[in-house]
């Protein structure tokens, strides 16, 4: 099966840009989400791109996708501290989404 | 338009118990998907609806989880009976005919048993 590895944690100031990075094994998926989970609620799209596309823009949010190497990346600018939560990235496999762990993302002041 | 909704929020059981969770997707997606979440760890998928019918149950882990979508509109998911390895959190997500980027999850149904 498709394996989706990211990292578990990410500590920011707030104001500063966040990077939270992905790596996934399987070059067939077409569709690569970001979704965020904040404490006690479901989990939210915040973007997804196509895989013929390198990068991604919309408002704070850049996502960058390198194919090549099977990376995926999502950049929060002027991160707030309503961007605490848990973000996970998740690859499309026929109809099946797999998903990484989580990376949980706290922003101090 | 009214988003995915799950019931209920919280379930704590008993090993040995019985538990069903439902799953109301939005009206008219066709697409209707289980995933769970156990221990802090990856999100995984168990299965997947077309309508009433199961298009992809590899995910489900044993014969104690029984999922079902009568009429192709709410779908339940049984555990019987339930294990300590069972707990975790149990989201559902539809998604409209055809449209891949149109996945919206529920809120989770956090599942407890001791």
């Known amino acids: 099966g498709e394996d989706v590895e990211q990292s578990l944690f990410l500590s920011v100031r707030e104001g500063d840009s966040s990077v939270i990075n992905c790596t996934y094994t399987?070059?067939?998926?077409?569709?690569l989400y970001w979704y965020k989970q904040e404490p006690g609620a479901g989990l939210q799209l915040l973007t997804y791109?196509?895989?013929?596309?390198d990068m991604k823009q919309d408002q704070r949010l850049t996502v960058l996708l390198n194919k090549k190497d099977k990376h995926l990346s999502l950049r929060i600018a002027d991160t707030q501290t309503g961007d605490s939560a848990i973000y996970f990235c998740?690859?499309?496999?026929?109809?099946?989404?797999?998903f990484g762990a989580g990376t949980t993302v706290t922003v101090r002041a | 338009e009214a988003g995915v909704t799950q019931f209920p929020s919280h379930s704590v059981i008993e090993k040995g118990q019985t538990v069903t969770l439902r799953c109301d997707p939005i009206?008219?997606?066709?697409?209707l998907y289980w995933y769970r979440r156990v221990m802090g760890k990856e999100i995984k998928f168990l299965l997947h609806?077309?309508?009433?019918?199961?298009?992809?149950e590899s995910g489900m882990p044993n014969n104690r989880f029984l999922a079902e979508r009568t009429g192709g509109t709410y779908s339940t998911l049984k555990v019987q009976p339930a294990e300590l390895e069972d707990s975790g959190v149990y989201f559902c997500?539809?998604?409209?005919?055809?449209?891949?980027?149109?996945?919206?999850f529920g809120s989770g149904t956090r599942l407890t048993v001791v």
């Open positions: 009206s008219g997606h066709d697409n």
């Open positions: 998740a690859v499309d496999n026929d109809y099946k989404l797999s």
């Open positions: 609806f077309v309508k009433e019918s199961k298009q992809d």
């Open positions: 399987d070059s067939s998926s077409t569709y």
């Open positions: 997500a539809s998604s409209h005919r055809g449209l891949r980027d149109g996945y919206t």
């Open positions: 791109i196509f895989s013929n596309m």
